[in-house]
T-cell receptor
Framework: NAGVMQNPRHLVRRRGQEARLRCSPMKGHSHVYWYRQLPEEGLKFMVY????????ESGMPKERFSAEFPKEGPSILRIQQVVRGDSAAYFCASSKEFNQPQHFGDGTRLSIL | AQKITQTQPGMFVQEKEAVTLDCTYDTSDPSYGLFWYKQPSSGEMIFLIYQGSYDQQNATEGRYSLNFQKARKSANLVISASQLGDSAMYFC??????????????FGTGTRLQVTL
């Protein structure tokens, strides 16, 4: 009974490159959420998606960041032209319904050189 | 807007003792949920316990209990019989159940708990 799966666990990119973070929700969950955790801080909401739809992207930076959750396959958080400030842990969570507890993956640690 | 405040950046507790981690919150939503998560040094986020704002009783899960005082807007986590494996960062979080706030969890800044021998 797999939980939320995120990959890669660690990702290193040089400034200006693209980063793609993947998240497969728990079986039976169709609601996906992305959060960002800067060092020594709590998690900050970025975006909420339901299959093929972005429901709430109020926490997403206006530029360079995008997210999708296609009909088939994992949810993808994409960061274009990464900068040093993008270094953080990115967590994905999923829930069965929007008002049920969110279960988190192990996160992707993104480091920008 | 929702806000979670955790005023204890770090706490120490001796093994087998109980410890209380403080959490206060602020929200305008009449209905909301409160959560505690544990983040060990390995980095994953582990769900511990949930309290709904209209639940009559305080939530308990094994050694974890949530001391919910609605009038004071506090949702403290109590860990009984601390174990060395409880050493971790602990985050309090909340979610309102209005349409505009139901999707996101708002987190506090966390409390780092160290269990000593």
């Amino acid at each position: 009974n797999a939980g939320v799966m995120q990959n890669p666990r660690h990702l290193v990119r040089r400034r200006g490159q693209e980063a793609r973070l993947r998240c497969s929700p728990m079986k039976g969950h169709s609601h996906v959420y992305w959060y960002r955790q800067l060092p020594e801080e709590g998690l900050k909401f970025m975006v909420y998606l339901q299959k093929e739809n972005i429901i709430d992207e109020s926490g997403m930076p206006k530029e360079r960041f995008s997210a999708e959750f296609p009909k088939e396959g994992p949810s993808i958080l994409r960061i274009q032209q990464v900068v040093r400030g993008d270094s953080a842990a990115y967590f994905c969570a999923s829930s069965k319904e929007f008002n049920q507890p969110q279960h988190f993956g192990d996160g992707t640690r993104l480091s920008i050189l | 807007a929702q806000k979670i405040t955790q005023t204890q950046p770090g706490m120490f507790v001796q093994e087998k003792e109980a410890v209380t981690l403080d959490c206060t919150y602020d929200t305008s939503d009449p209905s909301y949920g409160l959560f505690w998560y544990k983040q060990p040094s390995s980095g994953e986020m582990i769900f511990l316990i949930y309290q709904g704002s209209y639940d009559q009783q305080n939530a308990t899960e094994g050694r974890y209990s949530l001391n919910f005082q609605k009038a004071r807007k506090s949702a403290n986590l109590v860990i009984s019989a601390s174990q060395l494996g409880d050493s971790a960062m602990y985050f309090c979080a909340m979610r309102g159940y209005n349409t505009g706030t139901a999707s996101k969890l708002t987190f506090g800044t966390g409390t780092r708990l160290q269990v000593t021998l």
